[in-house]
């Protein structure tokens, strides 16, 4: 008799990452015959005599190549930009301050184990409400770019350094709430277990037990937020929101290349020092 | 001294809390707080803006500009992140130092990859899109260099911890079975480090077509641009019209890429 061989059935099986492989794959192409046919852009003429004439001669303008008194040899150029760079670091705490407040405020009831109860062990039917509304901001406020919040708020309040932090601080608001809301799910359950059992009111549990465990993580967050906002302080800035970017706006507009150059290099100050800064206070923390 | 260190050590968290609350309350100072910090009419703009929330404009024609101007941000972001990734890789291999055969070379190539990228992130986007429009004219190459520039720093750099992380066991399997370095790169070092990077690159894709929208800012088209459009034709329904369409594009790679990391760490 013939044994018959049972072979294993060949089953499709619909695997996510290949299917999104794929759809990667298709969405590159897309996209670069997207830009290549209807954009018409063409790669070739991106190497023009013109584009190169004028590339030279923004080069040598950064450079203060045939400029008299490039500006970052100028004093009185210097003064009027350290001055802005101390305006544009004071809006960006400002922002992450602002951010942290009104993550400080929301953020409770936006973890998912709060609003299960789990937490805090009581349940309260509002709690999915109040849940669900605040997620909602968040993914709001954060899908925007500070840019487009800043272009809104400029309407309603005057140039300077508020509105541009402000516009900073929604956006972020969004960012640093969502990432907070993570910690608070995250946290042990077993020091809560024991408050709980030993009498404590749903108040004291968040007092003693979730703020002491979730407090190093919050300031570790705010401190790398603070350093993403000091890059973006600048392009608030453009929209007239005040400090360096609304210089950097001007100097582009009236062609003076070394100015640009003179910002270029107080903001990258300003960034490497928001890097130590942030560094040093996170080691503090931990 | 012993016991200041000690008392130290137990409250520094609180002194670095403290810290930062003084420096922010520093900043408030720089604001001079009043009523003509507001415009005049701004809360009346503020009620409009805010009641056209409710009532975004939806007619078909504008529909259509959204869903076009929502698909010309997308390919810009993926286009940029596509040359992202291709500097991320190259550069994060070297950063990384694992080609480097020699101790002192592999300082060398860390040192002074790394510092490139450095300084290729250290400069937000839309700077880097403003230097090409003034140098190259508006293209949409602009666009991409801008973005492909900051995010190939951040990447390249992420790229560079995660090959650096990998487990180095398989690595010293294959090595005593006579691979080169290139050969240990691609069957050692790639295939480990590839799921984080494929995870990290999806984060970073969703920052793009924020950062993208942006772009408009500068004469480059989009979104943003449509958004801008509206702005200044103080047509406030319009505005939120293409907000929805961008928030919905950001919250469906968000949910993308959640659900991929998800698979990726099974």
């Known amino acids: 008799m013939k044994k018959k061989i049972?072979?294993?059935?060949?089953?499709?099986?619909?695997?996510f990452v290949n299917f999104s492989i794929l759809i990667a794959i298709v969405l590159i192409i897309a996209s670069w015959?997207?830009?290549?046919?209807?954009?018409?852009?063409?790669?070739?003429?991106?190497?023009?005599?013109?584009?190169?004439?004028?590339?030279?001669k923004f080069l040598k303008g950064m450079f203060g190549i045939?400029?008299?008194?490039?500006?970052?040899?100028?004093?009185?150029?210097?003064k009027n930009v350290l001055k802005l760079t101390y305006e544009t670091l004071q809006m960006s705490v400002m922002a992450a301050g602002f951010a942290s407040i009104g993550m400080l405020l929301t953020v409770i009831p936006a973890a998912r184990n709060v609003a299960e109860g789990k937490l805090t062990l009581s349940k309260k039917w509002y709690n999915w409400i109040l849940f669900g509304f605040i997620r909602v901001i968040y993914i709001f406020s954060r899908s925007v770019p500070e840019l487009v919040w800043a272009m809104i708020i400029i309407f309603?309040?005057?140039?300077?350094?508020?509105?541009?932090?402000?516009?900073?601080?929604?956006?972020?608001?969004?960012?640093?709430?969502?990432l907070c809301a993570e910690v608070i799910e995250d946290t042990d359950l077993r020091p809560i277990r024991n408050l709980a059992s030993c009498g404590a009111s749903s108040g004291q549990i968040l007092i003693y037990g979730v703020m002491?465990?979730?407090?190093?993580?919050?300031?570790?967050?705010?401190l790398y937020r603070w350093e993403v906002i000091i890059r973006t302080t600048i392009v608030v800035g453009f929209v007239g929101a005040g400090g360096l970017g609304m210089d950097f706006k001007l100097a582009m507009?009236?062609?003076?290349?070394?100015?640009?150059?003179?910002?270029?290099?107080?903001?990258?100050?300003?960034?490497?020092?928001?890097?130590?800064?942030?560094e040093g206070a996170r080691k503090l923390s931990s | 001294m012993n016991k200041i260190s000690h008392s130290f050590d137990i409250h520094k968290k609180t002194i670095l809390t403290l810290l930062l609350i003084l420096a922010f309350i520093w900043s408030l100072f720089s604001v001079n707080w009043g009523p003509e910090l507001v415009h005049t009419g701004g809360k009346a703009t503020l009620a409009q803006i805010f009641e056209s929330l409710f009532h975004p404009q939806l007619s078909s024609e504008i529909i259509n500009l959204a869903l076009i101007a929502t698909w010309?941000?997308?390919?810009?972001?993926?286009?940029g992140m596509t040359l992202a990734i291709i500097i991320a890789i190259l550069f994060g291999v070297l950063a990384s130092g694992v080609l480097a055969k020699s101790e002192l070379s592999r300082r060398f190539s860390k040192g002074v990859f790394r510092g490139i990228l450095g300084f290729m992130r250290a400069i937000h986007e839309l700077i880097w899109a403003w230097l090409f429009v003034a140098s190259i004219g508006l293209t949409?190459?602009?666009?991409?260099?801008?973005?492909?520039?900051?995010?190939?720093g951040i990447l390249g750099r992420i790229f560079a911890d995660i090959i650096n992380d990998v487990p180095k066991e398989p690595i010293e399997a294959l090595y005593s079975a006579g691979a080169s370095r290139i050969q240990l790169l691609f069957y050692g070092y790639l295939p480990m480090a590839a799921s984080d990077m494929i995870s990290y690159t999806m984060y970073r894709f969703e920052c793009a077509v924020r950062s993208s929208t942006v772009m408009s800012f500068v004469g480059l088209g989009g979104i943003g641009f449509q958004i801008q459009l509206a702005l200044q034709d103080l047509n406030y329904n319009q505005v939120w019209t293409y907000m929805f369409f961008l928030i919905i594009l950001v919250v469906l790679i968000d949910l993308w890429s959640n659900i991929l990391r998800k698979r990726l760490v099974e």
Do not use: Q
């Open chain 1, 156 to 178: 309603i309040f005057k140039p300077g350094i508020f509105p541009g932090a402000l516009a900073l601080a929604i956006h972020n608001f969004g960012i640093i709430g969502k």
């Open chain 1, 33 to 56: 015959m997207f830009i290549y046919k209807v954009d018409k852009a063409d790669f070739g003429g991106l190497f023009t005599e013109k584009n190169a004439f004028y590339a030279k």
């Open chain 1, 212 to 222: 002491p465990a979730v407090m190093p993580k919050f300031l570790t967050y705010i």
């Open chain 1, 6 to 15: 049972l072979l294993p059935k060949l089953k499709y099986k619909f695997n």
């Open chain 2, 72 to 79: 010309r941000t997308l390919s810009y972001a993926v286009a």
């Open chain 1, 253 to 278: 507009s009236y062609f003076k290349y070394s100015e640009v150059t003179l910002i270029l290099i107080c903001y990258l100050f300003l960034v490497a020092l928001a890097d130590i800064v942030s």
């Open chain 2, 140 to 152: 949409p190459y602009a666009a991409i260099f801008a973005l492909a520039i900051p995010y190939g």
């Open chain 1, 66 to 78: 045939g400029e008299e008194t490039p500006a970052f040899k100028d004093a009185e150029s210097w």
